[in-house]
T-cell receptor, first 114, second 114 residues
Framework: KAGVTQTPRYLIKTRGQQVTLSCSPI?????VSWYQQTPGQGLQFLFE???????NKGNFPGRFSGRQFSNSRSEMNVSTLELGDSALYLC?????????????FGNGTRLTVT | GQQLNQSPQSMFIQEGEDVSMNCTSS?????WLWYKQDPGEGPVLLIA?????ELTSNGRLTAQFGITRKDSFLNISASIPSDVGIYFC??????????????FGQGTTLQVKP
């Protein structure tokens, strides 16, 4: 079974630009969550999508948004990029058709904002 | 917001030694998870714990869900060079159960000297 796939692996953007990151969950997984990882703040929850609906949201500004498609694939978008948005963005998927469904992470997209 | 206190922050040990790390919280957690992250990759699930007092092993790894539901520990026995990496604890409160929202510790960096 293929794992969680994130594209692209690396991105370099300029302040003020916007960026879209993509995530394909493990086959059969219906929940997709996004996390931001930085050396200073560690791993922080951005949002979760389940059945094409945002179910949970972390404490990030509205510049961070996402969506989920009917095949469970998800995208996240960051608009008006700031230097502080430089981070590793991780996507995780899980079954969530009952309890005891742990998250499985992809290898992330490394975003650098200059 | 809620935080997990993970300790130690880093460890430098000799190959063959046992390792112990733990996480504590001021809040009650319903789920404890332990992940390992290698450079340039996403976190990989090691052990998932869903019941207070639960003790679970995965090869040389053993983790326990504290009976107070506010702590968890991870032990690695007979460490080997490939154990090098960053270990994260993560937890879910009752409200976040069966969702993609995890709270992560700050990580324990493990280095093993051959």
């Amino acid at each position: 079974k293929a794992g969680v796939t994130q594209t692209p692996r690396y991105l370099i953007k300029t302040r003020g630009q916007q960026v879209t990151l993509s995530c394909s969950p493990i086959s059969g997984h219906r929940s997709v969550s996004w996390y931001q990882q930085t050396p200073g703040q560690g791993l922080q929850f951005l949002f979760e999508y389940f059945s094409e609906t945002q179910r949970n949201k972390g404490n990030f500004p509205g510049r961070f948004s996402g969506r989920q498609f009917s095949n469970s694939r998800s995208e996240m978008n960051v608009s008006t990029l700031e230097l502080g948005d430089s981070a590793l963005y991780l996507c995780a998927s899980s079954l969530l058709d009952g309890y005891n469904s742990p998250l499985h992470f992809g290898n992330g997209t490394r975003l650098t904002v200059t | 917001g809620q935080q997990l206190n993970q300790s130690p922050q880093s460890m430098f040990i000799q190959e063959g030694e046992d390792v112990s790390m733990n996480c504590t919280s001021s809040s009650i957690f319903n789920t404890w998870l332990w992940y390992k992250q290698d450079p340039g990759e996403g976190p990989v699930l090691l052990i998932a714990l869903y019941k207070a007092g639960e003790l679970t092993s995965n090869g040389r790894l053993t983790a326990q869900f504290g009976i107070t539901r506010k702590d968890s520990f991870l032990n690695i026995s007979a460490s080997i060079p490939s154990d090098v990496g960053i270990y994260f604890c993560a937890g879910q409160t009752l409200l976040s159960s069966n969702t993609g929202k995890l709270i992560f510790g700050q990580g324990t960096t493990l280095q093993v000297k051959p």
